[in-house]
């Protein structure tokens, strides 16, 4: 694939990239980078409309995609030093946030992360995650930047580490499961995983099979991991507050959420705190152990969904009266999305197959609920407001 549109963008430009995973990226980001233009990664499995909000928020110059370019005149200036990469991260409801990362911020991260796993610039990584998130896009960038050889992939397939000797890569836990049912022979791979919790027998199975390990901790606010295997990296200072809430002040922090002053004010302290809404606890020797989402967010592999973004869609279905979603245990995804759905007519009630369906054009294939459960009521307070807790 060929693309040429991000060579007309000038510096203190944003360019929006609607394009799937793969080799193509490595020229864009490289060519991008040292021109001093940023780029808003869009993720090609989202609907029309979902790239849409991206694009109403971040408000860039030009979009490219595999139809060729759009330009958007009179879209005003982006700092290429404050904003070098636009990246969505989930909002409340679903609405885009679009993180604002530095260039200082991202070769920090990338310095820091290669520190803690204890390898050099010149060692090979593989990208098998997508460059809209920045587990992934980090290793793409490892490559524009620092000139790493990066062999990048349009998905992840097992068979493409079996026996692929010195590499690394980011994987979600997800991908290290099947990493492990595979049976791959890993000696010399070294696996940085975020984005959930690594279970212990994933861990042990990919060990065995010669892998180096890495759990990691981070957030798209911190330019992704700013604790490996617990240990908060240099420079990183983690605090629990307000019964256990973790906060981050790192240098990897974020500029703010584009255009959106008021969100970044209510997650970063006048002190430059970061209010990450995990919940979690620090040991005596001060490594981290994360326990989970302090509030209703539903983790699917490597992706967030959230509830009422869910929930406005199904209540739109015509058999449906009422709709709740909340995340189920999976022993694959962590989670997956489960519906709880009040039918209109308890003699003609919607099935899965019909919802999944109807959230076919506004949704995202992973945030379609995969379970339903009928019920007679939703539970809810006196004033109305749903008690999703009593539902899982």
């Known amino acids: 694939m060929t693309i040429q549109g991000h060579r007309r963008a000038a510096p203190g430009e944003l360019v929006a990239v609607d394009l799937p995973p793969g080799e193509h990226w490595l020229e864009i980001l490289a060519d991008l980078w040292w021109r001093g233009v940023s ?3 869009l993720d090609h499995r989202l609907t029309p409309g979902e790239k849409r909000a991206q694009i109403d928020v971040a ?8 139809g060729g370019d759009t330009v958007f005149p009179d879209v005003g200036v982006t700092d290429p030093d404050a904003a070098a990469v636009v990246i969505a991260t989930s909002g409340t409801g679903g609405r885009p946030r679009l993180v ?4 200082s911020a991202i070769e920090g991260a990338i310095e820091r992360a290669n520190a803690a796993i204890e390898v050099t610039v010149e060692e090979p990584w593989l990208a098998v995650l997508t460059p809209a998130h920045v587990g992934g896009l980090l290793v793409y960038l490892r490559h524009a930047i620092f000139d790493t050889p990066v062999a990048a992939h349009e998905g992840f397939d097992p068979a493409a580490l079996d026996g692929r000797g010195s590499a690394c890569t980011s994987i979600v836990p997800t991908m290290a499961g099947r990493l492990a049912e595979a049976g791959a022979a890993l000696h010399g791979v070294t696996l940085v995983v975020g984005g959930g919790v690594l279970g212990f027998e994933s861990r042990a199975a990919l060990q065995l099979r ?3 390990v890495f759990q990691t901790y981070g957030l798209t606010e911190t ?3 700013i604790a490996y295997e617990g240990t908060p990296l240099p420079d990183v200072e983690v605090r629990t507050v307000e019964g256990g809430l973790v906060e981050v002040r790192s240098p990897t922090m974020f500029s703010g959420y584009r255009h959106d002053p008021a969100a970044t004010t209510a997650v970063v302290t006048p002190d430059r705190w970061l209010r990450t809404h995990d919940l979690g606890s620090l040991d005596a020797d001060g490594r981290l152990a994360v326990f ?3 509030d209703d967010a539903i983790r699917s ?3 967030t969904v959230w509830p ?5 869609v199904l209540a739109r279905h015509p058999k449906v009266a009422d709709v709740a979603v909340t995340g189920r245990p999976d022993p694959e995804w962590g989670q997956h999305v489960a519906a709880w759905v009040v039918p209109r007519s308890i003699d003609d009630p919607p099935t899965l197959e019909e919802l999944r369906e109807h959230c076919r054009e506004d949704l995202a294939r992973f945030k379609a609920p995969r379970a339903l459960s009928l019920e007679a009521d939703l539970p809810r307070t006196v004033n109305g407001k749903l008690r999703r807790s009593a539902l899982r």
């Open 39 to 41: 780029v808003l990664p």
């Open 301 to 303: 592999g490597a992706e």
């Open 308 to 312: 009422e973004e869910v929930e406005a």
């Open 59 to 66: 408000r860039p110059s030009i979009l490219i995609d595999s």
């Open 223 to 225: 330019c992704g991991g």
């Open 210 to 212: 010669g892998a180096r």
């Open 292 to 294: 989970g989402r302090a």
């Open 100 to 103: 604002e990362l530095s260039r």
